[in-house]
């Protein structure tokens, strides 16, 4: 009994350490089921004092109280099991940290097919926990800074308005200029299919680029790929009618995911717990001619979120169109992918650019704090309270103020609070000794 006592409160550590990560992870009697599914006693005990941010192995090392050369293969092995992320630098060496859920253990789970865990149950208890229950993504979604956001499909604009797409909003752009990638099973349908529910859409079109890649490769969870195989994927997931999904970030993003309404993790957020901003839109927005929509309905089945619907015509319409429906766009939701343009065959649906545009974060370091700033979770990610008496003293005076009312954090004087910020972020740099690019 003391035995079971004892891993219930391990496992209650690194449920609470997890969900200091970018993501979150609430509690649920699912998730320490997940957990034990998915880390062995001995992991689930490390990782529970991992940082969750990169750090020198050397610094592990003194943290855990276990020489490196110990450390450094129990580290590798969870990093091939999706556990913890690594990284190499060619000059200060080795550096790892704890992965957050998403994007992170929950997909590396079933990016491939595996034997060490069982998949089907993970499977289950995954979709409990995503799906049936609506905690987990209304945490992640907290911080109003979407991990993912949509991109619009290039072939649905017209040709005025394609010379103005950035290039970060072109999947295109993003796999040609990837200096590295790789192929995974989509975490989603993969899932789905141990239970029965997947769709017929590909399953082997996840795409890792850059630094994602590497590890994606380094660590198998995938497999190279050229560009010429990268742009025939693309191809295929546009003929399935699926949204391109890209890391929220405008520089060096890590990954594309081709995304059906169905069996989406993110697209589900909205779809069955009507979180609207669980991915940010593109820059884009669908929109309906009603002189040349015939009410066919064709645009309301595809899109991925039900933001199109058939609405009766006004008794004058009817009379002089002789079409009693007609489309309607729900802008408050649309994600301006443009899977719907190419299911309109009476030139009645258009894309068009946004009133005004949407924010990306500038890299992964600025989507990280944001999300962590909206969760109110800034403090552990400057200041790890494993790291000592002073680290630990900064993170609970950081974390009282992010959960000081707001009225009297107005109540602050200006130009102290910038200069102690300023203070804790230098502090925050000497203390964790880290080159930015591996944030």
Same mark, same amino acid.
Do not use: W
């Given at each position: 009994?003391?035995?079971?006592?004892?891993?219930?409160?391990?496992?209650?550590?690194?449920?609470?350490?997890?969900?200091?990560?970018?993501?979150?992870?609430?509690?649920?009697?699912?998730?320490?089921?997940?957990?034990?599914?998915?880390?062995?006693?001995?992991?689930?005990?490390?990782?529970?004092?991992?940082?969750?941010?990169?750090?020198?192995?050397?610094?592990?090392?003194?943290?855990?109280?276990?020489?490196?050369?110990?450390?450094?293969?129990?580290?590798?092995? /969870?990093?091939?099991?999706?556990?913890?992320?690594?990284?190499?630098?060619?000059?200060?060496g080795s550096y790892f940290m704890l992965a957050p859920p998403v994007v992170?253990?929950?997909?590396?789970s079933m990016m491939r097919v595996r034997s060490d865990i069982d998949q089907?149950?993970?499977?289950?208890?995954?979709?409990?926990?995503?799906?049936?229950?609506?905690?987990? /993504?209304?945490?992640?979604?907290?911080? /109003?800074?979407?991990?993912?956001?949509?991109?619009?499909?290039?072939?649905?604009?017209?040709?005025?308005?394609?010379?103005?797409?950035?290039?970060?909003?072109?999947?295109?752009?993003?796999?040609?200029?990837?200096?590295?990638?790789?192929?995974?099973?989509?975490?989603?349908?993969?899932?789905?299919?141990?239970?029965?529910?997947?769709?017929?859409?590909?399953?082997?079109?996840?795409?890792?680029?850059?630094?994602?890649?590497?590890?994606?490769?380094?660590?198998?969870?995938?497999?190279?790929?050229?560009?010429?195989?990268?742009?025939?994927?693309?191809?295929?997931?546009?003929?399935?009618?699926?949204?391109?999904?890209?890391?929220?970030?405008?520089?060096?993003?890590?990954?594309?995911?081709?995304?059906?309404?169905?069996?989406?993790?993110?697209?589900?957020?909205?779809?069955?717990?009507?979180i609207d901003h669980a991915v940010a839109t593109s820059n884009y927005l669908?929109?309906?001619?009603?002189?040349?929509?015939?009410?066919?309905?064709?645009?309301?089945?595809?899109?991925?979120?039900?933001?199109?619907?058939?609405?009766?015509?006004?008794?004058?319409?009817?009379?002089?169109?002789?079409?009693?429906?007609?489309?309607?766009?729900?802008?408050?939701?649309?994600?301006?992918?443009?899977?719907?343009?190419?299911?309109?065959?009476?030139?009645?649906?258009?894309?068009?650019?946004?009133?005004?545009?949407?924010?990306?974060?500038?890299?992964?370091?600025?989507?990280?704090?944001?999300?962590?700033?909206?969760?109110?979770?800034?403090?552990?990610?400057?200041?790890?309270?494993?790291?000592?008496?002073?680290?630990?003293?900064?993170?609970?005076?950081?974390?009282?103020?992010?959960? /000081?009312?707001?009225?009297?954090?107005?109540?602050?004087?200006?130009?102290?609070?910038?200069?102690?910020?300023?203070?804790?972020?230098?502090?925050?740099?000497?203390?964790?000794?880290?080159?930015?690019?591996?944030?």
């Amino acid at each position: 009994m003391g035995h079971l006592h004892d891993s219930k409160a391990l496992f209650s550590r690194l449920q609470q350490r997890i969900d200091k990560t970018q993501s979150g992870l609430p509690s649920t009697p699912e998730v320490f089921d997940i957990l034990r599914e998915l880390f062995t006693l001995e992991e689930a005990e490390i990782a529970s004092r991992l940082p969750i941010v990169p750090r020198k192995l050397s610094s592990i090392s003194r943290r855990l109280g276990i020489p490196a050369n110990q450390l450094r293969p129990k580290l590798e092995h /969870m990093a091939e099991k999706g556990l913890v992320f690594d990284f190499h630098h060619p000059a200060k060496g080795s550096y790892f940290m704890l992965a957050p859920p998403v994007v992170g253990f929950f997909e590396f789970s079933m990016m491939r097919v595996r034997s060490d865990i069982d998949q089907k149950q993970v499977a289950r208890l995954l979709s409990l926990y995503m799906y049936e229950r609506p905690e987990f /993504m209304r945490e992640i979604s907290s911080s /109003m800074t979407p991990v993912g956001r949509a991109m619009v499909r290039e072939d649905a604009l017209a040709p005025e308005l394609s010379s103005n797409v950035l290039d970060y909003e072109r999947a295109s752009a993003l796999l040609d200029a990837a200096p590295v990638a790789a192929v995974s099973l989509c975490y989603c349908r993969h899932k789905k299919s141990h239970l029965g529910q997947a769709c017929d859409a590909p399953q082997e079109i996840c795409i890792s680029l850059g630094k994602g890649a590497e590890f994606i490769i380094r660590r198998g969870h995938g497999r190279p790929a050229e560009r010429a195989e990268l742009r025939d994927l693309l191809a295929v997931a546009r003929e399935h009618h699926l949204v391109q999904i890209c890391d929220n970030v405008q520089r060096e993003p890590v990954y594309v995911c081709n995304c059906c309404g169905c069996c989406c993790g993110q697209l589900a957020a909205i779809n069955r717990h009507g979180i609207d901003h669980a991915v940010a839109t593109s820059n884009y927005l669908a929109t309906i001619d009603d002189t040349h929509c015939t009410g066919c309905a064709k645009c309301t089945r595809l899109c991925p979120i039900q933001a199109i619907s058939l609405q009766p015509r006004p008794p004058h319409q009817r009379s002089q169109l002789k079409k009693k429906m007609r489309a309607r766009i729900d802008e408050s939701i649309c994600l301006g992918c443009g899977v719907c343009k190419s299911a309109c065959e009476h030139d009645a649906l258009r894309m068009q650019p946004r009133p005004s545009r949407v924010l990306t974060p500038e890299n992964t370091v600025e989507r990280v704090l944001r999300m962590a700033a909206g969760r109110g979770h800034l403090h552990d990610v400057l200041f790890d309270e494993h790291d000592g008496p002073t680290s630990a003293f900064l993170n609970r005076l950081v974390g009282a103020l992010e959960r /000081m009312p707001a009225t009297r954090r107005a109540m602050l004087n200006e130009t102290l609070k910038s200069r102690f910020v300023s203070f804790l972020c230098a502090a925050a740099r000497r203390d964790t000794r880290q080159p930015a690019d591996l944030v």
